[in-house]
């Protein structure tokens, strides 16, 4: 009979109930050999033949102890164990039996429990096997008995029930033993299913890119995820470490928040680049139990909710700029026609000469917004930033009539690559350098910078004029569209800007402000991570 489990766990359950059960067979050796030696047998164990008697029990003692050790250390292989202890039992009750008067005696009642057993330990119809060895044990004992000198009286009625009871246990078991596996392989199934979906579960948190930590009720941390670890600046597990020895002002927050008060939950990024959103929950009933924090990037909610708003004007706007196109260019060309008039007057020319500047300004302003209407997606890649730079910086100088003291660049290190949509870069440099020449009031007028920060790993690129300085109250509108200082200005180049830089997964700020100048700074994507465009 081939053996044959599952899984490793149905295994070691086998091996345990053949312990137990050669536990049980020394459990009843050991009683019967106290009986023995307090001389206290019941009639009629050993009346037959009491020195027999004593010698199976013996037998029986030795041999379950060395079986139990077997067991112990699983030599020999699980099935042949059964055999041996199955086929023991028989021999060794057959012999109880015989030196206590036959099946009268009641021993072979413990044939019961050893068919039981060998029925539910091996698989296959075996156990109807271990019920017919038991009943011609049975049927022999009689035999013996009756062949012998002594003329004892035999019962092979009761042998031929006690039979009939060996294999009504057995096919009760065989079935038991069937359901038995049957829900062992569910439950096994059903066991590696729920590991595959909590190792999924598992990588899905470790992917996302909102943060996510789970606290007990002492706030120490027994999971955090990837983001999580990224927006705290910290590297490795934080598992089993207390929240406020890793981020002390995150644990302020929540301490704030346990205590009902409002909060903004926003804290800062150690890498400095981005502000991160805070919010917490319980995840169980009451304020004992674990608690869940969700962190997400601050700068992507505030870019979504830009997205949204600006969506729902997007249509009516390029719509509204397309209608407005038509009559200005009637505006546009009456003007021209009235300016070759020799009856106008220098007052009246004046006024024609504003109409003309400011019918351009809007014909400026409306190609700006149906250009971004129509905007191509971002085709990002990588490459040397060094020959690109020199190539634009001659473009730019030839443009707009400038000197080579007028533009300086530095690079370092020499090798920095960037990973952004070129044409977008070139739109999105040239209007930083345009900015800063009309603004700058010394020498140099514009002051090109490109290096990797140390902490992110992420290359950028700063753009730096030599003006006053933007007006602090200015500062935070300054990226909103349609907002300008400037006469002749749309509003449109920096909203235009960071939006190119969001698409390529690029970050343009306002990295310095002072009386000496701006610092526009390009973060580029990291040069390890793919982009993805959506």
Request: glycine share 8%; with cysteine; proline share 3%.
């Amino acid at each position: 009979m081939r053996e044959h489990f599952e899984s490793s766990s149905q295994v070691l359950t086998a091996w345990k109930a053949l312990k137990l059960f050669s536990f049980y067979r020394v459990v009843l050796a050991g009683f019967l050999w106290v009986l023995i030696l307090s001389e206290n047998l019941p009639d009629p164990f050993g009346k037959y033949n009491p020195d027999f008697f004593s010698i199976g029990v013996i037998c029986y003692l030795v041999i379950s102890i060395v079986l139990l050790f077997l067991v112990k250390y699983q030599r020999p292989v699980f099935g042949r164990q059964v055999y041996i202890q199955i086929l023991a039992d028989f021999i060794i009750f057959g012999m109880l039996m015989y030196a206590s008067g036959g099946v009268g005696s009641g021993i072979g009642l413990l044939l019961v429990m050893s068919v039981a057993a060998g029925s539910l330990l091996l698989v296959g119809r075996i156990a109807y096997l271990f019920a017919a060895i038991g009943a011609l044990v049975l049927l022999l004992v009689e035999l013996m008995i009756l062949n012998s000198a002594e003329g004892h009286v035999t019962n092979f009625t009761q042998a031929g029930l006690l039979g009939g009871v060996l294999f009504a246990t057995a096919s009760l078991s065989h079935v038991l033993a069937g359901r038995i596996r049957e829900s062992e392989a569910l439950a096994a199934k059903r066991g590696q299913d729920l590991e595959s979906l909590s190792r999924m579960n598992a990588r899905i948190v470790q992917r996302m890119r909102s943060g996510l930590l789970v606290l007990d009720s002492k706030g120490t941390v027994y999971l955090a995820n990837v983001a999580a670890t990224s927006f705290l600046g910290i590297a490795g597990k934080i598992e089993g470490i207390s929240l406020v020895k890793i981020a002390p002002e995150l644990h302020k927050l929540l301490k704030l928040w346990l205590q009902g008060q409002k909060t903004t939950s926003l804290l800062s990024s150690r890498t400095g680049l981005t502000d991160v959103q805070v919010s917490f929950t319980f995840l169980g009933v009451g304020k004992a139990s674990d608690i869940l924090v969700f962190m997400e990037d601050a700068a992507t909610m505030r870019q979504k909710a830009q997205h949204l708003k600006l969506a729902s004007l997007g249509q009516l706007t390029a719509s509204i700029a397309h209608e407005i196109r038509n009559p200005l260019g009637a505006i546009s060309h009456a003007g021209q026609l009235l300016s070759e008039s020799p009856q106008l007057e220098g007052a009246d020319l004046r006024l024609l000469q504003i109409i003309n500047d400011h019918s351009s300004r809007v014909n400026k302003i409306i190609e700006n917004i149906l250009k971004l209407g129509r905007r191509d997606d971002s085709i990002p890649e990588s490459f040397l930033i060094r020959p690109w730079l020199e190539t634009f910086i001659t473009e730019f100088r030839i443009q707009h009539s400038i000197s080579s003291g007028e533009v300086i660049f530095s690079i370092e290190p020499e090798n920095v690559r960037v990973t952004m949509d070129q044409s977008q870069l070139h739109q999105i440099v040239t209007n930083l350098c345009e900015n800063a020449l009309r603004y700058s009031s010394g020498l140099p007028k514009i002051e090109i910078r490109c290096a990797v920060n140390d902490e992110s790993e992420r290359p950028y690129l700063e753009v730096i004029d030599s003006g006053s300085g933007i007006p602090d109250d200015q500062v935070d509108q300054i990226f909103e569209p349609f907002f300008t200082d400037h006469s002749a200005g749309t509003g449109l180049g920096l909203y235009i800007a960071s939006e190119l830089c969001e698409a390529n997964q690029a970050l343009l700020a306002l990295h310095k402000n002072t009386q000496k100048g701006c610092c526009f700074r390009i973060t580029f994507a990291h040069p390890n991570k793919q982009i993805h465009i959506d």
